[in-house]
T-cell receptor, first 112, second 110 residues
């Protein structure tokens, strides 16, 4: 069964550094999402992406964040200048169109 | 904010049925009920969804009340591996983000 994959599984960075989190969604899926989960808190929606553009974003997704689908297979989340509060699990998800979607295993981002 | 209300935690004996309730009294006519679970900090896993009829798949059954204001997820024979946070989410059928609440922590005990 096809799966959403994410790399790296764990990323450690210094405050102020840029990070890029990578996801490979399921190949025939059309909608792509990023969610994050701060330790001990709820899973929060960050952004949705469809037809090569952002379709919706949350208040969390400010100018420090950007998403890209550079080559038709990868889907990336970039954080330009990381803050301590960006430390969280970041989950990528994709769907063919229906609301139910498949999540990746997550990337644990630790900002020191 | 999430449009559902779930108990914060439940315990279940291994091998017994786990019945997880969810209230969604403000659900709209075109909104589905979705259930996901999250085992330890892994990515959320889809379990089942339904509109108004009861649904069953290889993982679970979903019972939706006739007025659609509440539902119950049933794991028929819970195992230790079913210990997880279970999320009940309502939303339209297509292309919509998922709004997660706090969910129910299900502890399956031997």
């Amino acid at each position: 069964e096809p799966e959403v994959t994410q790399t790296p599984s764990h990323q450690v960075t210094q405050m102020g550094q840029e990070v890029i989190l990578r996801c490979v969604p399921i190949s025939n899926h059309l909608y792509f999402y990023w969610y994050r989960q701060i330790l001990g808190q709820k899973v929060e929606f960050l952004v949705s992406f469809y037809n090569n553009e952002i379709s919706e974003k949350s208040e969390i997704f400010d100018d420090q964040f950007s998403v890209e689908r550079p080559d038709g297979s990868n889907f990336t989340l970039k954080i330009r200048s990381t803050k301590l509060e960006d430390s969280a699990m970041y989950f990528c998800a994709s769907t063919i169109g229906v609301t139910l979607c498949q999540f990746g295993p997550g990337t644990r981002l630790t900002v020191l | 904010d999430a449009k559902t209300t779930q108990p914060p935690s439940m315990d279940c004996a291994e091998g017994r049925a786990a019945n997880l309730p969810c209230n969604h009294s403000t659900i709209s006519g075109n909104e589905y009920v979705y259930w996901y679970r999250q085992i330890h900090s892994q990515g959320p896993q889809y379990i089942i969804h339904g509109l108004k009829n009861n649904e069953t798949n290889e993982m679970a059954s979903l019972i939706i009340t006739e007025d659609r204001k509440s539902s119950t997820l049933i794991l028929p024979h819970a195992t230790l591996r079913d210990t997880a946070v279970y999320y009940c989410i309502v939303g339209p059928e297509y292309g919509n983000k998922l709004v997660f609440g706090a969910g129910t922590i299900l502890r399956v005990k031997s």
